[in-house]
């Protein structure tokens, strides 16, 4: 006993921490981790002059908002994340606002990604295995894959069946898979560097000069015709860091959502939060680099100008006449080394990584669903666990249903997910409602926050670290919200592109209005079931 | 129409004590109840060091405290969570070896704090204008029954069948055996048995209150982190795994009794309201650490019995 920090009698609900690595991986893996091998094509393409490399360090930018979530998730250790943390500092209207626009963001995306690893994971792979080979049944294999009926058929068995069905399993699976999809995100980054070190630029030159139909320096001019600019900028790269590559963090945060029900989190989350961002900064870092290293910057970046502008120079054996067009690095590598085994298990990194973290975007929304319901906002259906699964069935259900949505749209009508891209700029806006609920907490809500954790206390210059911290979440998300928004502000881009940006501000709205009204007229109005009791 | 707010599990902490107190005139309750688990969990030493500061250390955090003035806010505030705080010196701590020992400061240190909140309650709340219920949970000595009769305000409803404006709430503070084997942990058995006793006693199920500790099994209301021989919590896909821990004699007398409403605490994590045919059940959870008030708004009716209510955040 006397060797114990604190003494402690024998009650319920004295449990032990959760283990900071569990919570790492998870956060490490929910923002894709080889996502970086689609925004080299994206971010270069539209932002000419970047450097994903030196891009990375702007990564760095979200060290302070995870340090807002971190200081958040231990004063107020409850599963809700941003809604909890914003409805208890500012108001629930701005809870739900903020938390809805965060949600339906990450839902937005599950039904995307899901695109993603059958059109590059399993349909790239398999065409970058019958170009390298020359082997034409491969080649058509890919394309017949990259049909719109047969994506729709293999993603509609992921979502509705095999993500679903682990949404539901109700066991450790998720966690066992976030330490394989960590795994798979270095073994990728190792057999690039096993590229890099056995064959090198020239074996690259020599077999894109040999399969592709084309040569490597009629590519390089043709990319600078076609706009691609060799010159790295500062400009280039902080857009391409700050939207692509920091976009690309989302999802680290969700650790404070799962930590947060237990005691002792401040060790646990902190590692998460920052470790995760540490160790996408590495992972992406380094596959960047070694695809530099590996085709050249300036030729990889020519071959991102000649697919966005649809350039006769762009070569035939990279074109899908469905879908997947674009300049995969798989491609690049079946170049180097035709072997099945390293392109099939390289795509098959890709896969893996990108179908977790599939699950992972799922894993707040549905505690958010939840959170909603169990305030009242929406029914209280969606708060029910269902003894049978052990879970909150209808808020996964609702997760499900619209990820499916946007998974139909996107092989549909791509062009209307092209604008939910946009959404991003919900993400940060409801960032910037997080900012001012960090910078008032201590002195809207000063009981909560002198009964926080004494590492919550900190204090600089006289003020509490927390306003500091949010102050800086504020300014980094407007910030990156003007980034985004540039083309717009520009006038590049019609502001009616932003229509689900609007759309996603303007239901949450409607939502609590209604709720407002509903309890209302029930005798219990919502503003007094968040009410502050004064303690004196 | 008779307006009830309920909370419960504040386990030691002295804000939410102090707002359950308020409570009443913040929501316009007719009649506060409190469902159980007064005290507190954890006592942290604060070590006067020879230097004359204080160091205290707790949830992984040393806290070096330069003065009195400091110590004392510190203590304030871990009393506010809950926790209870000793100042001792090194040595002092270090002498404190058996669980008798630990007992015996925890048994002071509840005792003191109870006698200071039947005060409070008995300068804050005029019973005849708003009558407040409390009792122990399965978390609180025999000895805090003293504590729990002690208040002229407030009535120790544990085990006992009472009238309330027209309705009758029947209350007991015990739960299902726990991991921990907690003071008034009991076997479902002794769980049937007594609220078996206690429901002899109701006139008319269609208006009574179960204030029953421990949540019904298998319900929305008693899932609770699963947990590994070594008491640490295992993972889910959505983060905990979840379990029911609740009670199943609960359960069977909810459904046998069919009271108009059920109030339950014990389980922290998950607070709900979920229907076991017509009886409302709900358990508020807690959020006592962090000088939280959880709490359910319910108002009942003669006629129409639960009309309408609110989980409440306060």
């Not at chain 2, 004392?72 to 705080?85: D, F, I, P, S």
Request: proline share 5%.
């Amino acid at each position: 006993m006397a060797t114990q920090d604190v003494f402690v009698r024998k009650s319920s609900g004295l449990t032990r921490q959760i283990s900071p690595r569990d919570a790492l991986m998870y956060a490490a893996m929910n923002p894709g981790l080889l996502y970086s091998l689609v925004y080299i094509i994206y971010a270069p393409a539209f932002y000419e002059g970047a450097h994903m490399g030196i891009g990375v360090l702007w990564v760095l930018l979200m060290f302070p908002i995870a340090g807002l979530i971190w200081y958040f998730s231990v004063s107020m250790p409850r599963s809700g994340g941003e809604y909890v943390y914003i409805s208890r500092s500012l108001h629930p209207s701005l809870g739900l606002w903020a938390s809805f626009i965060i949600s339906v963001t990450g839902i937005s995306w599950l039904g995307v990604i899901t695109d993603w690893w059958m059109t590059w994971g399993v349909n790239g792979t398999l065409r970058a295995i019958g170009v390298a080979n020359e082997n034409q049944g491969l080649i058509d294999l890919a394309n017949n894959l990259d049909q719109q009926w047969v994506r729709l058929l293999i993603g509609s068995i992921s979502i509705l069946g095999l993500t679903t069905w682990l949404f539901f399993k109700g066991t450790r699976t998720m966690m066992r898979l976030s330490y394989w999809a960590v795994a798979f995100g270095w073994l990728a980054i190792l057999i690039l560097l096993g590229f890099v070190i056995l064959s090198g630029r020239d074996a690259f030159v020599d077999g894109f000069n040999r399969l592709s139909g084309t040569d490597y320096e009629t590519i390089l001019v043709a990319g600078q015709n076609a706009g691609a600019v060799f010159k790295v900028t500062f400009f280039a790269t902080m857009l391409a860091g700050v939207t692509y590559i920091c976009l690309n963090t989302l999802g680290s945060t969700y650790s404070a959502s799962l930590a947060g029900e237990i005691r002792g989190v401040s060790r646990s989350q902190a590692l998460a939060l920052f470790g995760s961002l540490a160790i996408q900064m590495a992972i992406w870092f380094s596959a960047y680099q070694l695809l530099y290293a590996l085709v050249g910057r300036d030729f990889l970046h020519s071959m991102n100008a000649l697919w966005l502008n649809g350039d006769a120079a762009y070569p035939a054996s990279f074109a899908a006449p469905n879908a997947g067009a674009e300049p995969f690095p798989t491609m690049y590598l079946a170049f180097v080394n035709g072997s099945p085994l390293i392109l099939g298990l390289f795509g098959f990194c890709f896969i893996l990584v990108t179908w977790v973290s599939i699950a992972g975007l799922a894993f707040a929304p549905i505690r958010n669903v939840f959170a909603w319901s169990f305030d009242r906002i929406i029914p209280t259906k969606f708060s029910e666990i269902k003894t049978r699964y052990r879970a909150p069935a209808w808020s996964i259900v609702a997760v499900i249903l619209t990820a499916y949505i946007f998974f139909l749209l996107q092989i549909y009508r791509p062009d209307i997910v092209a604008n939910i891209l946009y959404s991003i700029i919900a993400w940060f806006l409801g960032w910037i409602v997080l900012g001012i609920a960090g910078m008032v907490y201590p002195y809207r809500r000063k009981e909560l926050y002198e009964a926080g954790p004494p590492a919550t206390q900190k204090r600089i210059g006289g003020i509490p670290l927390i306003s500091i911290l949010g102050l800086v979440t504020a300014v980094v998300s407007i910030f990156i919200s003007w980034a985004v928004l540039k083309p717009f502000l520009e006038g590049d881009a019609p502001w009616s592109g932003l229509w689900p940006v609007y759309v996603m501000a303007g239901i949450p709205v409607v939502i609590y209005v209604i709720a407002h009204y509903y309890h209302k007229s029930k005798g219990i109005p919502l503003s007094l079931q968040f009410s502050q009791v004064p303690p004196e | 129409m008779l307006k009830l707010f309920f909370a419960t599990d504040l386990h030691g902490s002295e804000t939410v004590f102090r707002k359950w107190l308020n409570a009443s005139k913040h929501y316009g309750a007719d009649v506060l109840v409190m469902g159980g688990d007064l005290t507190g969990k954890m006592l942290v030493p604060v070590i006067a060091e020879p230097n004359g500061t204080f160091t205290a250390r707790f949830e992984g955090s040393v806290v070096k405290l330069g003065s009195e003035r400091e110590a004392e806010k510190v203590e304030k505030t871990l009393r506010a969570r809950g926790y209870y705080t000793e100042r001792m010196t090194a040595e002092e701590k270090a002498a404190i070896q058996t669980p008798e020992q630990v007992n015996e400061l925890f048994q002071r240190h509840i005792g003191d704090v109870l006698t200071n909140w039947v005060g409070l309650a008995d300068e804050r709340i005029d019973p005849q204008k708003t009558p407040a219920f409390w009792m122990p949970g399965n978390d609180d000595h025999e000895f805090v029954d003293t504590y729990a009769n002690a208040s002229k305000a407030v009535q120790n409803a544990d085990g006992k069948v009472l009238e309330i404006d027209g309705f009758t709430m029947l209350s007991l503070g015990n739960a299902n055996i726990t991991p921990w084997n907690c003071p008034r942990d009991v076997t479902e058995e002794e769980m049937a048995r007594k609220i078996d006793e206690l429901a002899a006693q109701v006139p008319d199920m269609s208006k009574c209150i179960f204030n029953i500790h421990g949540p019904p099994w298998g319900t929305n209301l008693d899932l609770a982190p699963e947990l590994d021989e070594d008491f640490t919590p295992t993972m889910d896909i959505g983060g905990l795994k979840l379990v029911p821990v609740g009670s199943t004699a609960v359960l069977e007398a909810i459904r046998r009794y069919q009271p108009l409403l059920a109030l339950h605490g014990h389980i922290h994590e998950c607070s709900a309201g979920v229907k076991i045919g017509r009886t409302l059940c709900i358990n508020t959870g807690s959020e006592y650490s962090e000088g939280v008030l959880r709490g359910s708004l319910v108002v009942l009716d003669q006629k129409k019995g639960v009309k309408s209510y609110a989980l409440t955040v306060g």
